[in-house]
């Protein structure tokens, strides 16, 4: 089916400002609050929220096979069910409908009124119930650094890394819309020279991770396996994903069996879901491959994306310094190829599912995707703008985290990602 959403032609008749991250041909999905506290699914156009179960319950919809109450529901979860042919058949209507040549709703002042609110008027809420929530250790940059502090540079790569997207399975419950505080953890630490009794307290060594995340639809069941040439007809899209991490935590937890309270406490999303139908005009290869993955790995064509990241550090009451330039490009592993290796074993992937990428970091000393790598390891603090320095985050700063793919025709933004950190709670014995 064609993508008619995608045409880099198409104008609205709605207002949308230069460089926005929400031009016509994005058409995103998310859930929120609207001013008569109805919680709704709608997309967004510009600065406008679109109330896509007042756009169903009035017609707009007609000759698309949708269920009444679709769009009148709290998460996205029942229409990603739905699978790729209802996604795009959506989108390709809203185009159409928003279309500058169409004035069936434009011209309707009584359906707008119900239809279309002003993004100060709505409160973004999270867009899926994530039951299940994976992580993985993606980007061959990323890996390499942390290898080389914690290992031996020579070795920083495990055997296992060029063979498997290595992954873990973190905590879904924890994960927030942006905009949501997010309170310093407490927690063990490693013993101090000359001790054997570990640390406890709030983390000293507090960390963003630069990352995408993907959200799938039901793909298979119990004992089933998604082929790799099949993969990405599960995805639905991706949001922003900053995997808040406590580095002093997790040093001291990690050995044997990975990540714990140093991952579990907080992970902040976009509140949009960016399609990858939105996205194709923003393919590339991936980096090559060495060794040449296992048969159920090996895909042929583009399957990374050309997405620009951002990272910013905003101390309170003062301005923000940008910290970390990157892009998804970097990947290693494609969401094709963890999505494959996910599901090899018959693992069932369910509708809402969400698979981060793993920290993001490029080539380059200012594509560092996390304070570990920025300060490598809080040796060398960065300088902010307001002539203050950071190892790792302090108290009362805000983490911005933006992303946009652009072209000589058109730019798909994700908008932004934010989270404030909040001193820790005072432990009660």
């Known amino acids: 089916m064609k993508i008619t959403a995608n045409n880099p032609n198409r104008k609205s008749w709605l207002k949308i400002t230069p460089n926005s991250d929400f ?3 994005n058409i995103p999905f998310g859930v929120f609050l609207t001013r008569d506290d109805i919680i709704t699914i709608g997309t967004r ?27 009148l529901q709290d998460t996205l979860n029942d229409f990603i069910a739905d699978g ?11 185009a159409d409908i928003f279309d500058v040549t169409n004035g069936q709703l434009r011209d309707s002042a009584e359906h707008k009124d119900k239809i279309i609110f002003r993004m100060e008027e709505v409160e973004m809420l999270l867009p899926v119930s994530v039951g299940d929530y994976t992580d993985f250790y993606a980007s061959k940059e990323h890996a390499t650094n942390v290898g080389s502090l914690f290992r031996d540079p020579e070795n920083a790569l495990l055997p296992n890394w060029l063979h498997i997207p290595i992954g873990y399975h973190g905590r879904s419950s924890s994960i927030v819309p942006s905009g949501t505080p997010i309170r310093r953890p407490i927690g063990q630490t490693k013993p101090a020279e000359g001790t054997n009794t570990p640390g406890f307290g709030p983390s000293k060594a507090l960390d963003f991770e630069l990352e995408m995340a993907f ?6 069941d119990l004992g089933d396996r998604i082929p790799i040439e099949e993969a990405e007809d599960s995805i639905f899209g991706l949001v922003l994903f900053n995997d808040w991490s406590a580095r002093d935590i997790q040093a001291w937890e990690y050995v044997p069996l990975g990540p714990f309270l140093g991952k ?67 990947m290693y592993w494609t969401m094709a190829q963890q999505l494959a290796h996910h599901t090899v074993n018959g693992c069932p992937i369910e509708s809402g599912d969400m698979m981060g990428s793993g920290t993001i970091s490029g080539p380059t000393k200012d594509s560092f995707g996390s304070m570990l790598e920025l300060t490598w390891r809080g040796q060398n603090p960065l300088k902010l703008n307001d002539g203050g320095e950071r190892k790792f985050i302090d108290d009362n700063d805000t983490i911005i985290m933006r992303g946009y793919a652009k072209n000589d025709e058109i730019r798909i933004g994700f908008g932004e990602c934010i989270g404030k950190i909040l001193p820790a709670t005072e432990f009660k014995k």
């Open 23 to 25: 031009p016509i041909q």
């Open 215 to 220: 959200i799938t639809t039901v793909a298979n």
């Open 45 to 71: 156009i510009g600065d406008y929220a679109i109330d896509l179960g007042a756009l169903h319950q009035l017609g707009y919809f007609d000759g698309i096979p949708l269920t009444d109450d679709i769009f």
């Open 264 to 330: 579990n406490f907080a992970s902040t999303i976009s509140p949009w879901i960016v399609t990858l139908d939105a996205l194709e005009p923003f393919r590339v290869n991936n980096p090559k491959q060495e060794p040449k993955p296992l048969p159920y790995l090996q895909q042929a064509g583009k399957h990374s994306f050309d997405i620009n990241l951002q990272m910013a550090i905003m101390p309170e009451d003062k301005e923000e310094t940008v910290v970390c330039n990157s892009n998804f490009k970097y």
């Open 84 to 94: 790729r042919k209802t996604w795009r058949l959506v989108r390709n209507r809203i």
